[in-house]
């Protein structure tokens, strides 16, 4: 999630009617059953660019369909995938990159550098890219399978950029696709990438078919994350809209239906049962979920305030009511989640299993708190968030702060938390929110920024912690951005720009014949895996 395709995936499933393919129609088109895979995702298909949303199914539609220059492994860590060689100069301003070959796309024309910069300059324009350009002098073409991007000043961080997957990650399209401005959708779905989208097939509100590339040429390496050989196994995968929770479900038992992403808790106990399916965890780190509070209006405009939260917090208590099932809960402290490179220690003596209450009070009354109103924003509509949101009104009123709900839609909160007014006059206090751990990223991730009014809601301000921010981009070993990594998370616990909650883990549903998925943050991916 940015934030956004976390709040997408929080504000329910789309609505529409599953669909069957005409007998017929299958009959014409299709492989044997054996080399199709059927799943259900948690939300339709609506937007195929992605370059014009972040929504998750429009994200992994494009993982599917398009290729990289470079992609994420396991470790989070960037690895050339389009791209077979690359060099920086000595003054570290020019990078030099040459496409690996075999690169071709649907439509049997052969992927060129041009196609690279022509989609370089359009993800320029969306929140992943505006970094780039903004230390961009040029970005163009050597020969049809070479490019250079040329830098006004080195910027330490560019092959993370280029790999990245929070917001708006760099998939490379066709030239004649990517010259529009990223307000204009592209509507061809035509990639280099290890499946094709089948338009004949595409059945909106019903179902969506890809079918295996055949002529894409994966690397050697192993499959690793978002990196390694894409390697297509099955012929055929068809994603089906099915609203109803219990229908899927029913479909998933009864062999209809291969994968059930995201399955509600209380199916997990049935799906164990069920000696043909199996729950598997693919995004290991999960999500944190975490809390913002309003920095501008009383209480917690006093730092005291904010330092009481982080005492008060007991995350196994709010990891029971967020993840019921305590194997998929867990306990986070650092500022950049439990599982990237950047995750640390570093100045987390605040956190106590079960909490500090005690230490909690003493801090709001250090604060001056005079019983104002803390007005708790509550989606009704994301049930782990307006469990969370009650459970935090009953720990603060324990303690004698004057805690108040305010439910509404999960639009409701996104409308009412932009406004920095007082509560007397439609302001808020804390709003909750989660994104997955590879989107705590300082240079992407806005509630990592604390820059005042235009920081992300809530906006904290800590001039010392921003002037280490901005040094992030520029930083150019690992092991020096975890040096600064731990510098910053020591100021933010000073200053207290969020609250963690704790961690959630959502596993998916598969028939046992479903194999070889390979786990990735958030994402899903569908190579590898094969059936039978």
Known sequence: MTISRRDLIK???????????????RAQTAPTDAHIVRMVKQLDLSVFDSYYSSAGSTVDHALAIYDMLFSL?????????MVGKWGVSDDKKTYTFELRDGLGWHDGTPVTAADCV???????????????????????????KTFTIALREPLGLLIDLLAEMVAYPL??????DADRPPTEQVTTNIGSGPFKFNQAL??????????????????SEQPDGFAGSKIVKVDRVIWDNMPDQQTAFAALQAGEVDFLEAPPADFYSAIESDPNLELQVLSESGSAFFM???????????????????????????????????????????IFGSSTPYTNDENTGWYKKGGDPERAKQLFQEAGYAGEKVVILQPTDWAEASNAAQFLAATLRKIGINAELAPSDWGGVVARRAKKDPVESGGWSIFITASNDYT???????????????????????????????KWADVETLEERRALARKMQKIWWDSVGFVLLGQSVTPIARRKTLTGLIGTPV???????QKG
């Open 11 to 25: 504000m329910g499933l789309a609505a529409g009617t599953a669909v069957s393919i005409p007998s017929v129609l």
């Open 73 to 81: 492994d396991s470790r989070l860590l960037p690895q050339p995938q």
């Open 118 to 144: 022509a989609s370089i300059r359009r993800w320029g324009q969306t929140s992943g890219g505006q970094l780039l350009m903004e230390r961009a002098r040029d970005i163009s073409k050597k020969d049809d």
């Open 171 to 176: 998939f490379i399209m066709r030239e004649k």
């Open 202 to 219: 595409a059945k909106p509100g019903a179902s969506f078919t890809y079918d295996r590339n055949e002529k894409y040429v994966p690397r």
């Open 292 to 334: 913002r509070m309003n920095c501008l209006q009383k209480p917690f405009d006093n730092v005291k305030a904010r330092q009481a939260m982080l005492h008060l917090i007991d995350q196994e208590a709010f990891g029971r009511v967020i993840s019921p099932d305590p194997k998929y809960g867990r306990t986070v402290t650092s």
């Open 440 to 470: 705590f990223e300082p240079v992407t991730a806005p509630w990592l920024t604390a820059n005042g009014e235009k920081s992300y809601f809530g906006w904290p301000k800590n001039d010392e912690y921003e002037a280490l921010r901005a």
């Open 523 to 529: 994402q899903l991916v569908m190579w590898n895996m």
